[in-house]
């Protein structure tokens, strides 16, 4: 992760912009439950785990195409990273799901998956994700619609690609953030991805159309800790050597807080206000204009680090 922040904020760097686009990889799976802390344990323990494929589906009790598949979703969500023929363990990994000292080991909290979605959404570069939280405003969508615009995502950033794959990277995302319709199949088939939680998608079908929901407003599971991780590496992208940050900009800059956590004005505001409360520097004030700036008396950075780990 980057370096700013506190005395013991790790190394950070990660782009606001993402590199190009992705859109396969993922091998037509979403992250499942239990995925996370078994690759880190299985990482921590063996840094050659992805050496062979035979070893890693030995070493994860996992087929092939999974084995590959939870490799991508550790790269993507920043959670580990290559060396090599090694694979070790990101230092942002460690904070959160080291068991003696990560602040969420199994994923128990909420607000340890709204900090993977913003890892995921602004930094992997993944296209349908670009597409819904970074590109969108759209309060509904149909899945062919969807699919469509996933087609012009990557002729506009990386050459065309096929409806086939297009369409199976608007299923994967669908199954990453909608309750799965599968209710037969193996247990590993049928276990949903933890991301769901989040209730950031539903799926309808009004009319009998496929359609994609994206509800927008306050957030009951952002935590104040989520929302300063979150704030902290906006602020650290777009505008490090400021002290204050306009709700506008929160609201509708590039990878903006509101938009990838799909807040409406108000469900921003009031999840400030929790942060606010939080510390006794950050304060939002008016801007004189008939608009709101969180400020802060003395380093953002830092006091949002503080906030987020502590």
Known sequence: MTATGGPDAPEV???IVPGPRVFSGHESFACRYGWIPKLYEAVIEDPDLFASD???????????????????????????QRNGREVHVTEFAR????????????????????????????????????????????????????????RGCAARVRGTITSGTA??????????????????GPPEETLGSPFQELALVRLAAPGGVPTVRLPRGPKRSLDASA??????DFWQGSMPGSET???????LARAAP????????????????SVCCRSGRLTLRGDGAGGLDLTCKGEPLRELWEIAWS
């Open 245 to 251: 940050l306009s709700l506008r900009s929160l609201m």
């Open 167 to 184: 369409a199976n990277h608007v299923n994967v995302f669908l199954q990453t953030y909608a309750a799965s319709e599968q209710a037969e």
């Open 95 to 150: 904070m959160l799901l080291d068991p003696r000292v990560g602040q969420d080991p199994y994923l128990e909290t909420p607000g340890a998956l709204w900090r993977l979605h913003w890892t995921l959404t602004v930094h992997a570069g993944l296209g349908a994700w670009a597409v819904v939280f970074l590109e969108m405003q759209d309060r509904e969508i149909t899945r062919e619609r969807l699919v469509t615009a996933v």
């Open 13 to 15: 760097g990660w782009p």
């Open 54 to 80: 035979d070893h890693a589906i030995l070493r994860l009790g996992l087929g092939r195409n999974m084995v590959k598949s939870l490799r991508f979703w550790g790269e993507a969500l920043r959670l580990t």
């Open 227 to 232: 929302l300063a991780f979150i704030l902290h």
């Open 258 to 273: 509101g938009a990838v956590l799909l807040l409406d004005e108000p469900g921003l505001h009031e999840a400030l206000d």
